[in-house]
């Protein structure tokens, strides 16, 4: 197959703060810099999106020169027990009913490459290619994914961030990916990263697994250098490490070169000051602030109890939970730490 035509990018956005399209926005003027030949916008989207952000996005698509679409997605009757915006990516292959393929993009991710190099890639048979997730992760889905009955094999578990997928193959096998999700979850409650280990569970055997050239995962401040960056396509913020609390100072400099760029020169020093105003000093605390803003979320709740009760049972000699994470330094631990911090402290 020829795939030297428009290159198809997809992002899902739920954005009650108003905050995350300005990560799209970024996104799309990276992707414009580096990226040779036409590209299509795709954006799903709910009603927290704000007719001004909506706006703004089509200003900046016009003077990038790309081609936009939105769907809103909350008239999907599925939508209704989804209250996070990385579960959209499910709704692709529905709503995108007239193409083939697509890449699928987080936007906490810094594109530094040619986003053809991953364009191009012949998945064969399979139905999506990814890349493998950070070790942490994967040793976090190996212990909880003996509860679930089939394993995921840990070397095989990737990250669902940045997706190539053949829209047309999975359509042919699944009519209705975001109700199936929803069965998964009601049944797997303690599945921890939702539509990830889905996803994984799903098509474990059935994807390709790519080169990590398309989603390097930095982990902390020095394990990033000039070289490596060089050859990068995509660069990842997943888990706690975002581009504003991670401390390489390349990776702080790239970043604000794009934040620079995605601004209008007028409102660069405003914008910027606001958008930094907005980042939270300690990101983890933050974190445990917005679930526990979101406690009505009970699905989301009840998958965290669920992983909690199972990984308390996988751990020996703890006199408490909270040595327990204190001890632990997975990083999706921080996130249990906060929500059992955060809920206690409360009712205390
Ligand atoms: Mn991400």
Not at 83 to 102: A, E, I, M, W
Not at 117 to 122: A, F, G, S, T
Not at 188 to 206: I, M
Not at 260 to 267: A, D, G, N, Q, R
Request: aromatic share 12%; with cysteine.
């Amino acid at each position: 197959m020829n795939y030297n035509n428009t290159i198809h990018i997809a992002f899902g956005l739920r954005d009650g703060e108003n905050i995350y399209y300005r990560y799209v926005l970024s996104v799309m003027s990276q992707i414009s810099l580096v990226t040779s030949g036409r590209v299509h916008i795709h954006i799903l989207h709910d009603d927290t999106l704000r007719s001004e952000s909506l706006g703004n996005i089509r200003h900046t698509a016009e003077i990038l020169n790309q081609d936009l679409s939105f769907y809103d997605i909350s008239t999907e009757k599925e939508y209704l027990d989804m209250q996070n915006g990385t579960l959209y990516r499910l709704f692709l292959p529905k709503v995108c009913s007239h193409l083939d393929r697509v890449i699928y993009l987080d936007a906490d991710i810094l594109v530094v490459g040619d986003l053809r190099r991953l364009w191009e890639v012949d998945l064969g048979e399979n139905l999506l290619g990814g890349v493998l997730d950070s070790e942490s992760t994967r040793d976090v889905v190996d212990v909880l994914s003996r509860y679930y009955h089939k394993k995921i094999n840990k070397t095989s578990y990737f990250n669902a961030g940045i997706l190539l997928m053949d829209l047309e193959k999975i359509r042919e096998e699944s009519a209705n990916l975001p109700q199936e999700y929803l069965t998964f979850i009601n049944e797997y409650p303690h599945a921890l990263l939702l539509d990830q280990d889905f996803l994984n569970y799903k098509y474990q055997g059935r994807y390709k697994k790519l080169s990590n050239i398309f989603n390097f995962i930095p982990h902390d401040s020095d394990s990033v250098d000039k070289d490596l960056i060089d050859n990068q396509v995509i660069i990842h913020f997943a888990g706690l490490y975002k581009p504003w609390n991670c401390r390489n100072p390349l990776v702080l400099r790239i970043f604000f070169q794009h934040m620079l760029s995605s601004f209008p020169e007028k409102t660069q020093a405003y914008e910027i000051s606001l958008y930094m105003s907005n980042i939270p000093y300690d990101y983890c605390k933050k974190t445990g602030l917005i679930l526990y803003n979101n406690m009505g979320n009970k699905s989301l709740i009840k998958s965290y109890i669920s992983s909690i009760k199972i990984l308390l049972k996988e751990v020996y000699k703890v006199d408490s939970f909270r040595r327990f994470c204190h001890g632990v330094t997975v990083m999706k631990m921080m996130y249990l730490y906060n929500i059992h911090y955060q809920y206690f402290s409360k009712s205390r």
